[in-house]
Structures are given as C-alpha cells and as structure tokens.
C-alpha cells in the first residue's frame, strides 16, 4: 500500500513499484461521490489478508499522529522519532512523515501476524484503502471539493469479494468521518500553499519550525501556547486556554488555526492591544536575544 502525497490524495494508497517498467495506475479513473456505489470487501478470510501492509509508502496526516503517540503512551516527539520517516512535501522543503518500516523491508512497523497491531488506531490511509480520496480546489474558488475513487491493484483480492457498498457506508465503518474532520482544516492548508499562487512563497526557517511542530508535534504545541511569549500577543480567554490543555483534538484544530497565520498571514486568533508595539519595543532593546517565540512569520 502506498499512501501519496497529502497535497493530492491524502488518503489513497497503493502497492510500491517493484520494477522499472511502466505499468497501469491502479487508480480507477472514475470518479465517485458519497453515494457512489463499489464492490470491495477486506476481512481475515481474503487469500491476500496483510498483503497490502507488506510493501507500503504511507504518508501520516497529523490525526493520524495524534492518535498513534496516544495509543503507545509517548510523546509525540518520541513517537515521531520512532515509528516515521521524514520527506519534503514540496519543494519548499515542507516537513512530511511516512510510516516507518522494519528494517531492511517495506513492511509496516505495525504488522503482526494476526494482522494490524494498531488497528484501532491505525491511520487515514490504512482506512481508506481500497478507495482513494482527494481534495481539489478548482481556481478561484475557495471551496475544496472530496472526490474519491477506487484503487484496483493485482495483489488485491478484496475486489473479488461478492459485497457491494457506498463510499459515505465505507467511510463510516472505517471510522473516517472522524478522521477526515480533524485532518481537513490540515489538508486544506496544505492545497492552499501549493495553489495560493506566488502570494504564497516559501516559508521562512522558523515558518517551516512551525509547521513542524503544529503538525506533528501536538506535546511542544501545547507548551509554546502556555509560553508568556505567545500569551503576550495573543488573546485567549481562560476558557479557551484550559479547553486546548485538556483537549487535544481541540489543540489540533487550534494548530491548524495558527498555521494559517504562520503560513498566510491570517489573522484568525485575537490580539492583545499594543502587543506588537511591545514585541518590537523588545527586540530594539535586545536585538540579539534568544528568538522571540511569538513570532510567527
Ligand atoms: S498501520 Fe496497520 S493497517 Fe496500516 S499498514 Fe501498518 S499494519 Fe497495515
Ligand atoms: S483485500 Fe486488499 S486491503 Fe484487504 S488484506 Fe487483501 S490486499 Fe489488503
């Protein structure tokens, strides 16, 4: 199984390519929608059972990660240093990460004889297969629109079996409603940076820093909103600040929130009055000093 680039099938995958000859797109090109019927199935019982985790190219979306670290007990800087492999998603060197394999194969991690060791927790990708899902943001609109469509490889037997269901069925048995609300807002930034044009350029070092950390790195997240250099500038109610210490999946709705001012320049989280004067008032007197952690851009 082969998870593509986020950008434009955050949530396919299939098999790697064993040789260098060309061969067909296991993508189907049609495309489905939510009450678009397909005939797939994938229970113990298929001759193929784990064959699709044994070559993998997997790309994690931030739910994903989130889920993973909390199942295992870590952080998620130590999850991430365990059990992935980092890429760039583009050429401005955006951070990506891709499931790990055990060493010296393409198998996953994960896999154990009786199958997926994660599987409650396992991610986007691993869900969706053998449908791929797509976001696509036709010009000038701002509006994403999900397309989906089947993945048919050979050493897939599921496409035999006699089942026939609807993508919005699959999607619910597969728990992707779920994942897809907590992983949208991530992939819409990720469309918007590739389409924005060139009033979207490359982000700076501490930009890609940031990226980082809001998007895999929930743990670090949590402690720069509760630093004094963040609540200097921004204006969170009290509320509003135990709800994202105590609720993670609020913390990564809210990342994503900052990673649009990080990244666009948005101005989507409440200032304090006269913030920026005293930011600048500080970096005149120490210019320099450690860097200041409320800068975002
Ligand atoms: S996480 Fe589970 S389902 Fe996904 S590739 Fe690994 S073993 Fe297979
Ligand atoms: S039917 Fe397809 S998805 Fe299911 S185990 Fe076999 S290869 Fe994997």
Redesign the pocket.
Known sequence: ?QKDDPQNAPETKSAGETSEAPRPSPVRPVRLHAGSKFRFDCHRGVPCF?A??KN?D?TLLPYDIARLKRRAGMTSARWVGAYTVPYAMDAHDLPGLK?ATKPGTAE????TED?????DD??S??RYYALGAMGVRRTASAEVEDMYFVVKEPHCKGHDEPRTTTVAQYRKEQGLEQYDRMNREWRDIILKKRSGGPGVGRPSARSLQLFDMCSYDLDNFRDFIASDGFNEVFDLGADERAALAEDEDKLLLFACKFLKEVLFGEMRIPRKAGAREKRMARRVKSPTGAPDTSDTR
């Open positions: 199984m784990n699709c985790c993998i997997i499931l996953c991690v994960f896999l199958g997926c060791g994660v599987y396992r991610p990708a691993c």
